[in-house]
């Protein structure tokens, strides 16, 4: 255990993270602390040396600005460095052929810790299989984004103070999300209420649905915003994810199918606030943005503050 006056997460040395379903609410917790833990040491000095003579691989097969922005500058804040192959993986060897675990095996020979998002689903599990070090999943396809998921409950809590009684309705594309479907998965750990609003070809996974379910969360399935607007403290909306359409006919039919506007948020609670992993495209008009319950750049720079904690617990720093 390192010398730090940071809140200690032995659970996680080590560990690959591949899956929410890691996460239990003991363990939530305890990133919750680090996390505030690491934003009071920013406020009060700017970073520390907690990971220095650290080095973190940066392996973005997909494009990204925020997850693989505060993965850098978590590493850097923390005095750590960073091996950034995130302008487009044409200019490394994968242009050259070369595979997945092939890929992983390099990095791990410079680095502690490889951050990777890729297009296909399971590709974060069968990595962190090739690679002897923690393999943090940053996104694989449809699949999971379990760093976004923590920065997005904690969000929640940050804002709201507590998990317990919330209705959250998830907005736009519940079938290839991958953050809503890593943030369900979290909340239904919790007592909370679900509502997802989607048109019929972006509905959420059924395998997903069913698990929640299952689990004894009361969930509701609805097209319209109208009809969950006014009883949410959280509005989660999202991107169609124009990557994952095989057919592109089907994405122009569903690609503006929401707009959240201030005519809309009339509608909506005064304390409640609206969530974007960003980036987006048509889903809430820019004139929301000065709305106080807009929580979207608020949460975007929570990023940051998880993904330091996680790679400080992760390279058993804390
Ligand atoms: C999301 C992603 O990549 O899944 N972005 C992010 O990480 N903040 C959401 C999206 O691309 O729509």
Not at 130 to 141: E, F, K, Q, T
Not at 158 to 181: I, P, Q, S, W, Y
Not at 234 to 246: A, D, G, H, S, W
Request: no cysteine; aromatic share 6%; charged share 20%.
């Amino acid at each position: 255990m390192a010398n730090s006056a940071f809140t200690p997460i032995p659970a996680l040395k080590g560990q690959d993270i591949l899956t929410v379903s890691q996460f239990k609410p003991e363990l939530l917790s305890y990133v919750f602390n680090l996390t505030d833990d690491m934003r009071a040491m920013m406020a009060d000095r700017g970073g520390s040396d907690l990971l220095a003579g650290r080095v973190m691989a940066a392996l973005f097969y997909e494009p990204s600005t925020r997850t693989s922005a505060s993965f850098i500058a978590a590493m850097a804040r923390l005095g750590g460095g960073v091996i950034p192959i995130t302008q487009g993986v044409q200019f490394s060897s994968v242009a050259k052929g070369e595979s997945l675990p092939d890929t992983v095996r390099t990095l791990e020979q410079y680095a502690d810790v490889i951050v990777l998002r890729h297009p296909e689903v399971g590709s974060a599990k069968v990595a962190a299989a090739a690679a002897r070090v923690p393999l943090i999943n940053a996104g694989d396809g449809a699949g999971e984004h379990p760093t976004q998921a923590l920065l997005d409950l904690y969000t929640i809590k940050n804002e709201l103070g507590a998990l317990d009684g919330l209705h959250v309705a998830m907005v736009g594309d519940l079938r290839f999300g991958r953050t809503v479907h890593s943030l369900t998965r979290l909340l239904a750990q919790f007592k909370v209420r679900l509502t997802f609003v989607s048109p019929e070809i972006l509905r959420l996974p059924l395998d997903l649905m069913n698990e929640i379910r299952d689990g004894g969360t009361p969930v509701r399935e609805t097209y319209s915003v109208a009809d969950a607007i006014n009883d949410a403290d959280v509005l989660y909306v999202t991107r169609v994810q124009k990557e994952r359409f095989t057919d592109l006919e089907q994405y122009e039919q569903v690609k503006g199918f929401y707009t959240i506007d201030p005519a809309q948020m009339q509608h909506a609670k005064q304390r409640m606030i609206v969530m974007h992993p960003l980036p987006r495209v048509t889903e809430i008009d820019p004139a929301v943005d000065d709305d106080s319950r807009a929580a979207y750049f608020r949460q975007m720079q929570n990023g940051m503050f998880v993904r330091m904690a996680v790679l400080a617990a992760v390279l058993g720093a804390v």
